[in-house]
């Protein structure tokens, strides 16, 4: 699965514009709209794949819920409702109609990042136990990681980023995301810790895989070839 790939739903066309550009340059495939008849068409037609909508709003009103209601008919999108709506019988209300989170404007968007990277894994732990890339085959459920169909000997930190990557492959990654994802929002190291994890997964992929690319000034990018 490719993850985090969003539609963003935003009547207002500056904030929307802002937030395209945001998650565009983090390494987001983004499309962004700004009617409800736009997004349904969109998912209907099935010509873009999309694992998140983004619903940004002042106040849902009677026709957003009802997009949500038709939306949850016949797809199981992920969807994030961030409105200017505080109170709590509206977050109550949004939640029985099946969305998956709701955050309350104004809110800086490196937060709303963290929100979809958050649904992003529990959209992929309950779709996905086992996934292939290439000659690369993971396991997340046993944590185990086989290559050319060998089992791969890596340590725990080796498999998170591995994990990592496949779930957010094609995708630049800038150092910060990658060591925010894989060591955590407190941990006190460097770059460096990144840099050498990255060094001893390519020893163990070696020449024949060369699937973690080096996005220089910016990080990396896990992309595995397309078989001719």
């Known amino acids: 699965m ?4 969003l539609l963003i739903l935003n009547r207002k066309e500056m904030e929307r514009t802002e937030m395209s550009m945001y998650f565009r340059e983090s390494g987001y495939t983004v499309l962004g709209c700004s009617e409800h008849d736009e997004i349904l068409e ?6 873009h794949q999309h694992d998140i909508l983004l619903f ?10 009802e997009l949500i209601e038709k939306i949850r008919e016949f797809s199981d999108l992920g969807m994030i409702v961030i409105s200017g709506d505080d109170s ?4 109550l209300y949004a939640y029985s109609k099946k969305i998956d989170d709701y955050i309350v404007k104004p809110v800086p968007l490196p937060l ?8 992003t894994r529990r959209i992929g732990e309950k779709k996905i136990t086992t996934e292939d890339v290439g000659d690369l085959s ?9 290559l050319g169909g060998e089992l791969l000997k890596v340590t ?4 998170d980023l591995v994990e990592y990557f496949v779930r957010h492959r094609g995708m630049v990654l800038s150092r910060d995301r990658i060591l925010d994802a894989v060591w955590g929002f407190d941990y006190i190291g460097g770059y460096r810790s990144v840099d050498t ?12 895989y060369p699937y973690i690319k080096t996005v220089y000034g910016v990080g990396y990018c896990f992309d595995v070839p397309e078989r001719s």
């Open 2 to 5: 490719l993850a985090s790939r």
């Open 88 to 91: 709590l019988n509206s977050q």
């Open 197 to 208: 994890l990255v060094k001893k997964l390519r020893a163990k992929f070696t020449k024949t």
């Open 112 to 119: 709303v990042e963290a929100h979809i990277e958050a649904l």
């Open 138 to 146: 993971i396991d997340y459920e046993g944590r185990n990681v086989f």
């Open 42 to 47: 969109i998912l209907n037609k099935g010509k």
């Open 156 to 159: 725990a930190k080796e498999f």
């Open 56 to 65: 940004v709003t002042e106040k849902p009103d009677r026709k957003g819920y």
